[in-house]
């Protein structure tokens, strides 16, 4: 048993972490250490500069513009864009969309698709959840009926992650109305300048417009876009869960806000000492910060699992489960080592371009809307008390 | 990074796999606590015979030459099936003492009659005012003679009726400080030396023991005058790793046992595994119970690590995480098995129990926790000020 890095890890951790130092625009950087989310140009520009080091989608078999990388490599490249304040590329194309077609895909679809995800050409988005089916996917409603030679699409989606920059959307469209549940479900990968689609923005908690509402009224979609086979969307869509786990427990994210924590309790007071070194708010760091310990562990396991193609278990939920609730910990926590400058509220879109920071000081800017937004953590991506039915289920067979 | 286990690891599992589902189940253990002494000597010759308890011992004095990874597997199984004989204290602490320390002639005297299983030792160290803190140290040696006269007390030795005892003591310094404390071997029936015996909450043994002059010559010293400390913390450590893998495998038995209590109990014509209050509380366990699975591995691998300050963040976590995950599951268990979880008849409180008995040994959570925050790194930012 070993719980440690080879010393070719460790030097391939030293090349990104270089890489990272050296070609992040340090707007980018000082955004993220203003707790601000990137904007579009960070993400396209930041995109563009893995792009030409072949880096976009690095977990990619080469054959389709990947690297091949291990699991293990993928952990350590995502765990240094975490520590350098790098947005890591969006996940819709690299993770969920661009597998599905690379396993799914006819060649002339990867052909068109794979490409353009690798040079930031198409921005994609994630159409599955609507008003009436998130938990409970499978009960989607949103209507693809056959006209000829194309699907005529009618529905809403909802919560869409940044869908107001997205070129592209993959939906989960029902086909067969009669089937039952999964059964009649399809996949359809939907241009977003197709007329009769529209974007509405829901402003959430932080005053941030990250989700949106996405409307489908008569959406004419060529069936080339179809992935696979008519009625087996649901296969397909499962296995894009199971690719989106991998790098579920946010390890490296976590890691970077405990710094930040740190840095803010330690310059923080109370009675005249840094925070830091009281007590009790020392007793509340050591706990999360030993949660998290735990937590990389078995996010270690699972990759050694993953590497040696060992079929995952319940440890995939837990990650989930614990890597939310750890993040969402630290986000608390950075609130509370503000005191009273929590208070001060600004949402993030009006900070963005604003020449001076409000009342208070400058590390508690953000806090109070980061600590809002983090609530969605633990609700998004199969909500935790979905985990905890998969892990039950695993246990228990009902 | 690694997690497999070698050939030779698992067929050491396998074997004390074997001994322990064929000689160690419920009843056979409840008999076993029955006894006037609360541990069996046959199954102690058992564990030699399998070369268990050579697992921490070189193999020029007879043992495996084995460490904290092997140690944590047979740990595992202890913990499943509640075994009340010392292991740690003999084949983990006071062998790791003995082998860490020793002179040449006590580790030939003594570590191949501990491997043999002939002789059981154990440490002798915490006091009833050191609480958890393994630097307060009050007993007194005092040269005489060419050799040293002990006084003073030891609290809640675990299995005091070994045949010999770890004994500390101070030859100078303050009560709390690092230096001044050394170490000697005392045979059990040392003249002056007296034993309060208890059973614990686990159903084992242990016992307060009071130094009333008691001789040793220089021989029976273990290690530098006065430089002990050292290494009876660090053998602490190997017994805080061991101590949170016996609780992973409890935590595991208990987690299988609701399992199954969950798919076989009916109430209102269903099983009452299908409620998802009850499901999600068995979800949660296992979630405790894998997190301190990692943190096992953490502690066992760290606990043999160069840098102290390391070694001891990585134990501490694992205690933390440990004991946390020992006191929820152990008491879910309980409730989940409703009334009968409240019976002795049940194995399930008897695992209830050991967890907390774990939870009180070798450092409770605040304990560890403090440590931790005392030993934490400070951010980047402000090293850099």
Redo the contacts between chains.
């Keep these: 048993?070993?719980?440690?890095?080879?010393a070719a890890?460790d030097r391939f951790r030293e090349d990104v972490r270089g890489f990272v130092q050296a070609r992040l625009p340090p707007a980018v950087r000082a955004r993220a250490s203003r707790g601000l989310s990137p904007t579009r140009d960070d993400y396209l520009s930041w995109h563009r500069t893995l792009q030409e080091r072949g880096w976009v989608a690095p977990g990619w078999p080469a054959k389709f513009g990947g690297c091949d990388w291990s699991p293990?490599q993928l952990h350590i490249f995502e765990e240094e864009m975490a520590r350098g304040d790098a947005p890591l590329p969006l996940p819709f194309g690299t993770k969920m969309v661009g597998p599905v077609i690379m396993e799914f895909g006819t060649p002339a679809q990867q052909g068109l698709f794979l490409p353009r995800i690798l040079s930031g050409e198409h921005w994609w988005c994630q159409g599955y959840s609507e008003p009436g089916a998130g938990s409970d996917l499978a009960s989607l409603k949103t209507r693809a009926v056959r006209e000829g030679d194309h699907y005529v699409v009618d529905g809403q989606k909802t919560w869409t992650t940044l869908a107001q920059y997205a070129d592209w959307i993959f939906c989960l469209v029902r086909t067969d109305p009669q089937a039952k549940a999964q059964r009649g479900i399809s996949f359809l990968l939907i241009d977003m300048r197709t007329p009769g689609v529209s974007v509405r923005p829901i402003i959430t908690l932080d005053g941030a417009h990250e989700v949106n509402e996405v409307w489908f009224e008569n959406v004419r979609v060529p069936v080339g876009n179809l992935i696979g086979t008519e009625n087996q969307g649901w296969t397909y869509a499962k296995f894009l869960l199971a690719h989106e786990r991998s790098s579920f427990g946010g390890v490296g994210r976590a890691k970077r806000e405990l710094?930040?924590l740190?840095?803010v309790a330690?310059s923080e007071r109370r009675h005249g000492r840094p925070l830091?070194e009281d007590?009790l708010f020392?007793?509340k760091?050591?706990?999360v910060?030993?949660?998290l310990?735990?937590?990389e562990?078995?996010n270690?396991?699972v990759?050694?699992?993953a590497r040696?193609q060992r079929a995952l278990g319940?440890?995939v939920?837990?990650l989930k489960?614990?890597g939310s609730v750890i993040q969402q910990r630290i986000s608390e926590l950075l609130l509370e080592a503000v005191g009273p400058y929590g208070l001060p509220f600004v949402p993030e879109r009006e900070r963005h371009g604003a020449t001076a920071e409000g009342i208070g000081p400058p590390h508690a800017a953000g806090l109070a809307a980061r600590y809002c937004n983090e609530r969605k953590l633990s609700i998004f991506s199969g909500s935790n008390?979905i985990?905890?039915?998969i892990?039950?289920r695993m246990?228990?067979?009902? | 990074m690694d997690f497999t286990l070698s050939d030779e690891q698992r067929a050491l599992q396998d074997s004390v796999q074997r001994y322990v589902s064929r000689q160690y189940a419920f009843e056979s253990r409840r008999a076993i606590e029955r006894t006037a002494a609360g541990w069996s000597p046959q199954v102690w010759q058992d564990l030699a015979d399998l070369g268990v308890l050579g697992i921490n011992v070189p193999q020029e004095h007879g043992g495996l030459g084995y460490g904290p990874i092997e140690t944590l597997l047979v740990m595992n199984l202890f913990g499943s099936c509640l075994l009340l004989e010392p292991y740690a204290a003999s084949a983990v602490v006071a062998t790791a003492v003995l082998r860490d320390s020793a002179s040449t002639h006590l580790q030939a005297s003594w570590l191949p009659r501990l491997v043999r299983g002939e002789a059981v030792a154990t440490l002798a160290h915490f006091e009833p005012t050191s609480r958890f803190d393994a630097r307060q140290v009050r007993s007194r040696a005092t040269l005489a003679n060419g050799g040293y006269v002990l006084q003073g007390q030891k609290a809640l030795v675990e299995h005091a009726a070994a045949d010999i005892l770890l004994v500390s003591a101070r030859i100078a310094g303050a009560d709390d400080a690092q230096e001044g404390v050394s170490l000697f071997v005392v045979p059990r029936d040392a003249p002056g030396l007296s034993l309060r015996s208890c059973r614990t909450l686990d159903g084992r043994s242990a016992a307060d023991i009071a130094l009333e002059s008691v001789e040793v010559p220089a021989s029976a010293r273990v290690g530098m005058d006065g430089g002990a400390l050292a290494v009876i913390e660090r053998s602490l450590g190997f017994g805080t790793a061991a101590l949170c893998a016996e609780a992973v495998g409890a935590m595991q038995a208990l987690v299988d046992a609701t399992v199954a209590h969950l798919k076989t109990r009916q109430q209102f014509g269903r099983p009452i595994g299908s409620f998802q209050a009850l499901a999600h509380r068995a979800a949660d366990m296992l979630l405790e119970l894998e997190q301190a699975r990692s943190m096992s591995f953490l502690a066992a691998v760290r606990s043999m690590g160069a840098d102290d300050r390391e070694r001891q963040r990585a134990l501490s976590a694992a205690k933390v995480i440990t004991n946390r995950a020992a006191r929820f599951i152990g008491q879910q268990a309980v409730q989940l098995h409703g009334g009968m979880g409240m019976t002795d008849e049940l194995q399930v409180g008897h695992w209830f129990k050991r967890l907390a008995a774990i939870e009180m040994t070798l450092g409770d959570t605040d304990t560890h926790l403090q440590r931790f925050a005392a030993l934490g790194t400070f951010p980047a930012s402000v090293r850099a000020t």
């Excluded at chain 1, 246990?395 to 009902?398: D, E, K, Q, R």
């Design positions: 048993m070993d719980l440690d890095f080879s890890e293990v710094e930040r740190k840095g330690y830091l007590a020392a007793a760091v050591a706990q910060e030993i949660d310990m735990a937590l562990i078995t270690l396991r990759l050694d699992a040696a319940p440890e939920s837990i489960v614990q008390e985990q905890r039915n892990i039950a246990m228990l067979g009902f």
